[in-house]
Each structure stands twice: as structure tokens, then as C-alpha cells.
């Protein structure tokens, strides 16, 4: 995210010729980077979890696209580990199929269309399969032989694996020497990134940041979380710090409220293990949504410097008040018009108290936000797919209008939309046609595919990219994760009470009558997830 990489200029051939689309002519020449941008340094992509849905997923269209942008330097090597042998031509071709299927199907976030063949070869050329078990000192011993044939170099170590997998392979990696910088004549970075889910709740998100940084410096670890991947998200910061309109509003004096929903139509699908032992609320709220509050909330940076921005999220998180039970509704889809209920959902218990949706009424205490509601839902077999964070404005102060036919304001609300759609909307007030004085709702919007021309996008680009420059500004600190598990730690543990009820929602509906009643508490009302624009009289 930073605007000057602070890493040397590569000496990829890419970085001197003139930038431009096109393919270059060999498949071991990378197309030429676009302006401003310029390849990230040679490195080495360690991938623990080669095999996984990850990796196929995400990790390597993103890789694919960085390939095709030249934002990767023709000394990068990919090397996958995974559990069980095989040639790296049957993984090489594994992944070439996934590839083909995501870029064809017109729902992935990957629709390409058809794959660029010399793209796909560049990245190809440089793929190499190990076999080897997460918690075996063989195959840290085989890794390091592999690693020690570009001594000096850089390495990045991905953990794209379950979470139990985080700490020993941490471990390993430590106790084999290949987290060490600058030691045994190594030039070179080793840095290692990390999945989603950080932990379970404070204690275990503690112990393991004590784990790694018992093996690694602060500075070596990249904790992902993917939002942060989104340029919609990473917008946040343009509209507020680049636009002089929002910025003296952009308090309580005159905020309202904040909606921060995350609402998706789809199911468990087929995670109902993981989810089981999850939860809607651990899955998204203490990490996604809280992750999209900072960006709402934080003062801004003295510059785009990854600390100057991670100090001030860091203070939002820490301002977090932390969350009562009855600041927060649990509920989970039954049957309806969107289908089964979870508790019908393979791998999940028949009488399973899990929940899919979490709402929450968090306050973030601090001169700025002191006494504003900032309302955050998310939910499976939600009536629409809609990630957005909704800012409400307070009512004019004077009702000018009252002695005419119109008395009662629609408030004004800028909406930033982050999933399905792109863009922004806003809702305000204008007088109406006609020799009355009428005043009438509109809304104006601005929808990224307007302006911009947008590529499939996993979201990952930016994300390894940034990780490769050594730029942490997307990625998240260790306190921050543990303050933000804190804030929630009376949910996931309450003193008393029990465990929160779970009330039931129609699979397909808004969700559960008592995330209502949350908001009608302070006279507030989520806004419908089906229906937004205002209606055209
Ligand atoms: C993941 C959660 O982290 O985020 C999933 O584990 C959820 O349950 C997903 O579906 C949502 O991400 P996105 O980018 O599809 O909105």
C-alpha cells in the first residue's frame, strides 16, 4: 500500500523497458510493471499447505496476476509443501486446471476469462513441489538444503494451513536457523506470513504471538487479513483523507451512527467442521469487521508510513469498549426460503447452538467517538450479499421545513460499499419539482466500474506484493490482534449468564428479530439488506 516501496529497485529487465500490457515474447521474461509501480525483489515463496484450497484459490490467481502486471522479479521461486508425494508437474498441472475453472466461472473472483499461457508458463517455470509433514524435522532439514542453494536470499513462508499447523512450523522453522536475518552471511529477509484464524480468543491469540516472537522479530511476521487485501477497503482511507468534505464531519458532533455490515447469502458450504468449533462471530467480527471499524475510526496518519498507520488503527482498537453479552445478538438460519437450515448442513450437530449470524453495539471511547453507536453484523443465508459500512449523519439542527408538508428529514447517510458492489452512495436531501415546497430523498452513487477499468482481483495481489516490498501497513500488529480479542473476551467468556442465547432467522431472510431490537434500543434500524437505493417517485 505504501507509495515508495522501500526495498532497492530490482534489477528485473522488466523495470527498464517501457511499461506496457503486453506479454513479452519469452515465458521467462515477465511483462513489463505499470507505471509507478516496479517489480517486488527476487524471493523465494515457501507455501506450507500446497495442496490446499487456499493455494489454489487465492495464493496463486493472485500470483497469476502479479505475473501479469511484471510485478514479480524473474529470480522468484515457488516452493509448495505439502503432506504426500508427487511430481511438481502433477502440481504444476493441479493447479493450471484450478486456474482454467476459476477464470471461466463467471461467479469466482477470478473471472479472467481465458488464462494468459505465457502468464501461467512464467509462473509455472518457477513452481517446485517438496513433500513433507508440517511437524517433521525432515522436512525443515530437506527445505533448509533447498533454501541454502541461493544463500543469502530472500524467503517468504506462507502458512496456508490449518491453525494448529501455525506454532510448529514456526518452531521448526526457528529451530532450523531459516528465520535468521542477516546471520551466516545472509543478506537476505525471511518473513512469514499467517493466516486467519489468530488465535481463538485473547489467552490463545497471546500465546501465540509470544510463540512466533519467541522465533522471529515484529517485523518479520505478516498477519493476514484478507479485507485488508480489498481495494474498496483500502479506499476507505482515500475518501476520508483525500476529499475535504467528509473529514470535519467525520466526528461525533456529527455522526450519528455507523453500520458495518458483512451479510453473505451463501451457507457453511461444506465448512461446517470448522464452523461448528467458529462461529459467526470469531469467524468475522473480532478480525473483519473490527478491521474495517479502525479504518472508519482511526485519526489520521501523520503519513502512509506502515507504523504512522498502524499506530492510530492500534489506538481505535485499544479505545474499544469492551463488549457487554447484551451488546451483542446471536443467531442461526433455519429453514427457509434460501434453503436448509445449519443445523441440516453436513458436519454439523442436529442440535447444534453455533451461530451464523453476530450482531454487536460497540463504542469506541475516545474525544472523537465518544457516545456513537457503531452497529456491526454479519450472518450466513442473509437475504443479499452485501458488505458496506454505512455512515449516518445527525439531523440538521433546525427544522426549517416544519411548517411545511415535510417535517421529518431522511438523514444523510454515505454509504461505502465493499462487496458485491464498489463504490459509494450518498443520501441527502433536495426540494422537489413543483410549486410546493417539498423536500424529497435522493441519492447520488458513484460505482467503481464508471471510472475504472476493473481486472479479476482475489484480493491477495496487493497483499503479497506488499509483503515482498516489506511494507506491513495492510497487515495487522500483534497488539492489535490482542486488544481486539480483549474488547470481545465477555462474549466468547461471559462471567456470568452463560452462554448467549442463539435466536433462529429464516435462511434467506434479514436475520433475527432481536438483532432489531438492539438498534430500536437507541431508536436506531439496520438498513435493509435487500432494498437500498431510494426509490424513484
Ligand atoms: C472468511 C470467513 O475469513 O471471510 C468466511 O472465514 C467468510 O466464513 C469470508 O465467508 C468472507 O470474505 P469475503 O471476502 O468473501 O467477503
Redesign the pocket.
Known amino acids: 500500500m505504501s507509495t515508495t516501496p522501500n526495498t532497492q529497485a530490482s534489477d528485473h529487465p522488466a523495470a527498464t523497458q517501457a511499461p506496457s500490457c503486453k506479454l513479452s515474447a519469452s515465458p521467462h521474461d515477465a511483462p513489463a510493471s505499470p507505471p509507478g509501480k516496479r517489480p517486488a525483489p527476487p524471493c523465494t515463496l515457501v507455501i506450507f499447505g500446497a495442496g490446499g484450497d487456499l493455494t489454489k484459490r487465492l495464493l496463486m490467481p493472485a500470483l497469476y496476476n502479479l505475473a501479469v502486471d511484471g510485478l514479480l522479479d524473474g529470480g522468484m521461486r515457488i516452493i509448495g509443501v505439502n503432506h504426500g508425494e508427487r511430481e511438481t508437474s502433477e502440481w504444476r498441472e493441479d493447479l493450471h486446471k484450478s486456474l482454467q475453472q476459476f477464470a471461466a466461472d463467471k461467479a469466482s473472483?477470478f473471472h479472467a476469462g481465458k488464462l494468459d499461457d505465457q502468464a501461467w508458463d512464467w509462473v509455472a517455470q518457477r513452481l517446485e513441489y517438496m513433500a513433507g509433514e508440517f511437524e517433521t524435522d525432515d522436512t525443515f532439514t530437506k527445505l533448509k538444503q533447498k533454501l541454502d542453494q541461493s544463500p543469502g536470499g530472500n524467503v517468504i513462508f506462507y502458512l496456508a494451513v490449518g491453525s494448529r499447523f501455525f506454532k510448529p512450523i514456526v518452531e521448526h522453522l526457528g529451530k532450523a536457523g531459516l528465520l535468521k536475518e542477516g546471520g551466516g552471511g545472509s543478506s537476505g529477509f525471511r518473513r512469514l506470513v499467517i493466516e486467519?484464524?489468530f488465535g481463538t480468543d485473547f489467552a490463545s491469540a497471546r500465546d501465540l504471538n509470544a510463540h512466533i516472537l519467541s522465533y522471529a522479530q515484529e517485523s518479520q511476521v505478516y498477519r493476514i487479513?484478507?479485507?485488508l487485501g480489498?481495494d474498496t477497503v483500502q479506499s476507505i482511507l482515500a475518501v476520508r483523507f483525500a476529499n475535504a468534505l467528509f473529514e470535519p464531519v467525520w466526528r461525533r458532533e456529527y455522526i450519528d451512527s455507523v453500520q458495518i455490515s458483512?451479510a453473505?447469502t451463501?451457507g457453511?458450504?461444506g465448512?461446517g467442521k470448522?464452523?461448528e468449533q467458529?462461529g459467526?462471530f470469531r469467524?468475522?467480527l473480532p478480525?473483519?469487521l473490527f478491521q474495517l471499524l479502525g479504518m472508519v475510526a482511526m485519526e489520521p496518519p501523520n503519513s502512509f508510513d506502515a507504523e504512522a498507520v498502524r499506530d492510530k488503527k492500534a489506538e481505535v482498537f485499544d479505545a474499544i469498549q469492551p463488549l457487554a453479552p447484551d451488546d451483542v445478538v446471536f443467531g442461526q438460519y433455519e429453514k427457509g426460503p434460501a434453503g436448509v437450515g445449519y443445523r441440516e448442513e453436513p458436519n454439523v450437530a442436529p442440535g447444534s447452538t453455533t451461530e451464523t449470524y453476530a450482531a454487536a453495539r460497540v463504542f469506541v471511547e475516545n474525544w472523537r467517538w465518544a457516545g456513537v453507536p457503531f452497529y456491526l453484523r454479519?450472518g450466513?443465508r442473509l437475504a443479499a450479499?452485501r458488505?458496506e459500512i454505512s455512515v449516518q449523519l445527525k439531523p440538521v439542527p433546525f427544522r426549517l421545513f416544519r411548517d411545511t408538508p415535510v417535517d421529518a428529514l431522511t438523514p444523510n447517510v454515505l454509504t461505502l460499499r465493499?462487496?458485491p458492489a464498489h463504490g459509494t452512495s450518498f443520501d441527502f436531501n433536495v426540494k422537489t419539482p413543483g410549486p410546493v415546497m417539498q423536500v424529497g430523498a435522493v441519492q447520488s452513487s458513484f460505482d467503481y466500474a464508471d471510472f475504472f477499468t476493473e481486472r479479476a482481483n482475489v484480493?491477495y495481489e496487493t497483499l503479497l506484493y506488499d509483503c515482498m516490498l516489506g511494507d506491513e501497513t495492510l497487515f495487522q500488529r500483534a497488539d492489535s490482534i490482542e486488544t481486539s480479542w480483549c474488547a470481545v473476551d465477555d462474549v466468547l467468556h461471559p462471567k456470568t449468564g452463560g452462554a448467549l442465547p442463539v435466536h433462529g432467522y429464516a435462511a434467506g431472510s434479514e436475520g433475527p428479530a432481536e438483532a432489531d431490537a438492539l438498534l430500536a434500543r437507541n431508536g436506531h434500524a439496520w438498513r435493509p439488506l435487500k432494498q437500498h437505493a431510494v426509490e424513484k417517485k
Open positions: 473472483t486467519k484464524p487479513d484478507h479485507f480489498k458483512a453473505e451463501i457453511v458450504e465448512r470448522f464452523y467458529t459467526a469467524d468475522m478480525n473483519h454479519t450466513k450479499r458488505t465493499i462487496d484480493g
